[in-house]
């Protein structure tokens, strides 16, 4: 026997959650008899789904409509054993290694999110609809099963009358993170208790409430702003950083694309700034520096 087959389990279990790409994984589990059961749920998942192996780990990908795969229709909710079987495998496997399930809802209506549910990864991201009663529904069904939302990414809602309506599904829903949410919807997410980052556009900041919205935000704790049509926001998010909690604001920017001096003043006088390269974007990074007692 090799010495790599007598690696513990536990050692195993821990090095799992950093192979992040899938064949990556698969071809580990081939060297190990003990991990080649991640492999056959792996490849199972993918057949079934008829999806690369990508898009099943270390995220399953339900952006898509799968429904026919999985042997749900317009007429029935019910899902067949043997795709039962490879979703509960699947899910058990995200759940204990680290992986997570992105689910767009418009896809899935209420009846099949029902059954698919209880047999995905604990980690949940979601693309939000339109309807915030259906997003309330599935809301509670996420919760109902202990699902921890990661990330709620707004995408297609982008004109919404009544924000009141919004609070209460949003706040069971719960997100840590939320994605390309308007600035007019800021105040929605009042009530959830988990949230510690949101990232909006400088091209959508005009609205009057935007520093009050952030001072409502009491978890919030990091701001993502994409600055590249309207650079000269940026002052407007600057300006109002001292009256919230944050502790860290990254400016993605264009590459030729720099601070102005007082912007750069303004930011370093309540805090510390870094610079990173993102593929072709710069990210301009300000750390809130907290006294020393």
């Known amino acids: 026997m090799s010495i790599i087959q007598t690696i513990p389990q536990e050692l195993l279990d821990e090095i799992i959650p950093y192979l992040t790409e899938a064949i990556d994984l698969i071809n580990f589990c081939h060297t190990l008899k003990a991990l080649l059961p991640i492999a056959t749920v792996l490849y ?11 898009r099943v780990w270390p995220r399953l990908d339900l952006s ?13 909710s019910h899902l067949p054993a043997e795709s ?6 699947l899910g058990s496997m995200h759940s204990r290694y680290g992986g997570s ?10 009846d099949h999110l029902e059954v698919l549910v209880p047999h995905i990864s604990r980690k949940v991201s979601v693309e939000i609809e339109s309807n915030p009663e259906s997003v309330a ?3 509670k069904l996420l919760q109902d099963n202990g699902k921890i939302v990661t990330t709620a990414l707004w995408g297609t809602v982008t004109h919404v009358t009544d924000i009141e309506k919004w609070v209460s599904p949003l706040s069971v829903l719960n997100p840590q993170k939320v994605e390309q949410i308007p600035v007019s919807m800021l105040s929605a997410l009042k009530e959830c208790t988990r949230l510690r980052m949101i990232e909006v556009s400088c091209n959508d900041i005009d609205d009057a409430d935007f520093a009050n919205s952030l001072r409502d935000l009491n978890s919030l704790r990091e701001l993502h702003v994409n600055c590249f049509t309207s650079p000269n926001r940026r002052s407007e998010v600057i300006d109002v950083l001292a009256a919230t909690v944050l502790a860290k604001v990254t400016f993605e920017v ?5 601070l102005s001096f007082r912007e750069i003043g303004s930011l370093n006088l309540i805090g ?7 593929g072709y974007f710069k990210h301009i990074i300000w750390q809130r520096q907290y006294l020393q007692h």
């Open 44 to 54: 199972e998942a993918g057949t079934l789904l008829k999806q690369r192996p990508s």
């Open 272 to 278: 510390v700034l870094g610079i990173k390269t993102v």
């Open 64 to 76: 898509v409509n799968l429904n026919p795969h999985l042997g749900l229709t317009d007429t029935s």
């Open 84 to 89: 039962l079987k490879i979703m509960a495998s």
């Open 254 to 258: 264009n590459m030729d694309e720099d």
């Open 137 to 139: 529904k599935t809301a």
């Open 101 to 110: 399930t992105h689910l767009r809802m418009f896809f899935f209506p209420i």
